[in-house]
Structures are given as structure tokens and as C-alpha cells.
């Protein structure tokens, strides 16, 4: 069975500035994908970012990245530039890889808040 | 395009009733995922269903059960309602079912169970 888990239960930055999400996971599967969700108060979960475990290159989307330590086993979020609307819970999630059957295993969430 | 719709948004049922709650999917999409979220933890797999087939189940009692339908919309039945059956129900719709899938989800149905 996989495992994530969000160490940091609430984080908050200022606004413009750089914050990191950290997570971690534990699985014996050597291929996965690793995802970020954002839920704001409207509750919809919005994907963020996607990293598949067989590729090395940290994937980057606008003003978010990760970095993806295998080995590690981390998975962490960075939000550079932060905005007003960045504010939201953020989960962490894995899948396994492959076609067939699939579920997301989220961690419990992380609540950022972003000051003016 | 209508992204994936839930119904109802609010529900308060008491212990021992039975609910129904429903999703449409986004037009093209024919996977469908519930997802059980309590308060203050992140969302938890109950099912999913593609082309009509159950292709996954999460550790949730029989009192769990879902169907989808010919045009892919779905329904969530949960009998005998419990206390901690108080959640908010996640429904997720994708195109295929691959691991990578990126997942369209809903705004979900807040169940309260008194």
C-alpha cells in the first residue's frame, strides 16, 4: 500500500514571495506519478502539477515547480511569485502507473495562506 | 463545456437512511471516481467505474455502492447512514483510465449525517 504523507499542516507567505510544500511517500513501485491538487473554498480540486517517476527533469508549470527526489522520496512544491489567489488547501497524491485501474492517494493537505 | 457536475451540493440525512448522490461527467469522459473527504483529512478512494464496469474499489464497507450509467453519469448509494458517513463527496471524471490520467473533478456533495 502506498503512503503520502504533508508534514506541514499550514504554511502562509507573503504575497510575491516563494513558499515550499514539502510531502513524502513510500511505495514499492518503481513506476508512479506524483501530483499536486489545489482546493479552494468552492472545494473543487484543481490538478496543479503532474511528475512522473521515471523521468529525472523536475516538471514546471507558469510560476509552480517541484522537486523530485526519488531516492527520497519527496515530492515537493514550489510556488514562486505568490498571489492572492494561490491561497488553498494543497494535497499531495500518488498513482500508480499503467492502464487498468487506478487511485489517487492523497495526503492530508496543506493550508497556505497568502498575506497582502 | 460543463465541467463535472454533482447534485446535490447540501445534504442532511439522519443514522440509518439511505442517500443517493450524483455526477455527470464532462462530455467525452467515460471514467468515473467517487472520493470520500472528512474534515480536515484529504480525499479517500471509495470507487471507480469505467464503461460502465467497477474497475476499483477503496476499503469502504458493502454499505458503499455505485453504478454508472450508458452516458457515463453515476450514482453513489450509501444504506444504513452513520455518523461518520459526514463528509464531502468527491466525484472525478478523466477520458481513460491510466495512472497519469489528470482528473476533472467536481465541486462535490456535502453530506451531513445527524
Known amino acids: 500500500a502506498q503512503t503520502v504523507t504533508q508534514s506541514q499542516p499550514e504554511m502562509s507567505v507573503q504575497e510575491a514571495e516563494t513558499v515550499t510544500l514539502s510531502c513524502t511517500y513510500d511505495?514499492?513501485?518503481?513506476?508512479?506519478?506524483l501530483f499536486w491538487y489545489k482546493q479552494p473554498p468552492s472545494r473543487q480540486m484543481i490538478l496543479v502539477i503532474r511528475q512522473e517517476a521515471y523521468k529525472q527533469q523536475n516538471a514546471t508549470e507558469n510560476r509552480f515547480s517541484v522537486n523530485f527526489q526519488k531516492a527520497a522520496k519527496s515530492f515537493s512544491l514550489k510556488i514562486s511569485d505568490s498571489q492572492l489567489g494561490d491561497a488553498a488547501m494543497y494535497f499531495c497524491a500518488f498513482s500508480r502507473s499503467g492502464a487498468g485501474s487506478y487511485q489517487l492517494t492523497f495526503g492530508k493537505g496543506t493550508k497556505l495562506s497568502v498575506i497582502p | 463545456d460543463a465541467g463535472v457536475t454533482q447534485s446535490p451540493t447540501h445534504l442532511i440525512k439522519t443514522r440509518g437512511q439511505h442517500v443517493t448522490l450524483r455526477c455527470s461527467p464532462i462530455?467525452?469522459?467515460?471514467?468515473v471516481s467517487w472520493y470520500q473527504q472528512v474534515l480536515g483529512q484529504g480525499p479517500q478512494f471509495i470507487f471507480q467505474y469505467y464503461e460502465k464496469e467497477e474497475r476499483g474499489r477503496g476499503n469502504f464497507p458493502d454499505r458503499f455502492s455505485a453504478r454508472q450509467f450508458p452516458n457515463y453519469s453515476s450514482e453513489l448509494n450509501v444504506n444504513a447512514l452513520l455518523l461518520g458517513d459526514s463528509a464531502l463527496y468527491l466525484c472525478?471524471?478523466?477520458?481513460?483510465?491510466?495512472?497519469?490520467?489528470?482528473?476533472?473533478f467536481g465541486s462535490g456533495t456535502q453530506l451531513s449525517v445527524l
Open positions: 462530455s467525452g469522459h467515460k471514467s
Open positions: 472525478a471524471s478523466s477520458p481513460a483510465l491510466r495512472g497519469s490520467e489528470k482528473l476533472f
Open positions: 511505495t514499492s513501485e518503481s513506476d508512479y506519478y
